[in-house]
């Protein structure tokens, strides 16, 4: 559930790389210094690497479930990878766990607005009604 989260509202929506050396992408040319913006919210919602990409569907990283190593970027790849990945993970699992176990939370009219501020963002917040559990 946390990962299909991730998927569809990256914190870290899009990276960039500076090119140290010349190449070509994409058939485009690349030259030392170039900076390379990869769009993490729209590669998770590529028409190509997902069905449906826009559904919310949590069953696409049950186990055993394959999907191509460079689908799903949440935390980047490589020498840089985020470093707190796993502790993320775990953090948010337990989070949510501890509070869904005592409170109820439902949508008011105010929907969710994502929004790109270098890191993307809900907007004005998220607006839940939250109610204790029986
Ligand atoms: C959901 C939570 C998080 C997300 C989505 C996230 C995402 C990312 C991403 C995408 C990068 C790579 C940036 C790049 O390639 O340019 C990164 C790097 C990094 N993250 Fe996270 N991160 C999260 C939580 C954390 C936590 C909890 C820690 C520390 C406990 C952490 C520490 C770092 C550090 C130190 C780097 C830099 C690694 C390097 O450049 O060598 N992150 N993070």
């Given at each position: 559930?946390?990962?299909?989260?991730?998927?569809?509202?990256?914190?870290?929506?899009?990276?960039?790389?500076t090119?140290?050396?010349?190449?070509?992408?994409?058939?485009?040319?690349?030259?030392?210094?170039?900076?390379?913006?990869?769009?993490?919210?729209a590669?998770?919602?590529?028409?190509?690497?997902?069905?449906?990409?826009?559904?919310?569907?949590?069953?696409?990283?049950?186990?055993?479930?394959?999907?191509?190593?460079?689908?799903?970027?949440?935390?980047?790849?490589?020498?840089?990878?985020?470093?707190?990945?796993?502790?993320?993970?775990?953090?948010?699992?337990?989070?949510?766990a501890?509070?869904?176990?005592?409170?109820?939370?439902?949508?008011?009219?105010?929907?969710?607005?994502?929004?790109?501020?270098?890191?993307?963002?809900?907007h004005?917040?998220?607006?839940?009604?939250?109610?204790?559990?029986?």
């Amino acid at each position: 559930m946390v990962e299909e989260a991730l998927r569809l509202y990256p914190p870290a929506a899009f990276l960039s790389r500076t090119a140290r050396s010349r190449d070509t992408l994409g058939g485009r040319e690349v030259r030392p210094g170039d900076t390379i913006m990869l769009p993490i919210y729209a590669l998770h919602r590529h028409r190509l690497l997902w069905d449906d990409p826009d559904a919310f569907d949590p069953d696409r990283f049950a186990p055993g479930v394959s999907r191509d190593r460079f689908a799903f970027l949440p935390f980047g790849a490589g020498p840089r990878i985020c470093i707190g990945a796993s502790f993320a993970l775990q953090e948010a699992v337990i989070i949510l766990a501890t509070l869904l176990s005592r409170l109820r939370f439902a949508l008011t009219g105010r929907r969710p607005e994502p929004r790109m501020i270098l890191t993307l963002r809900p907007h004005g917040g998220v607006w839940l009604q939250v109610s204790r559990r029986a």
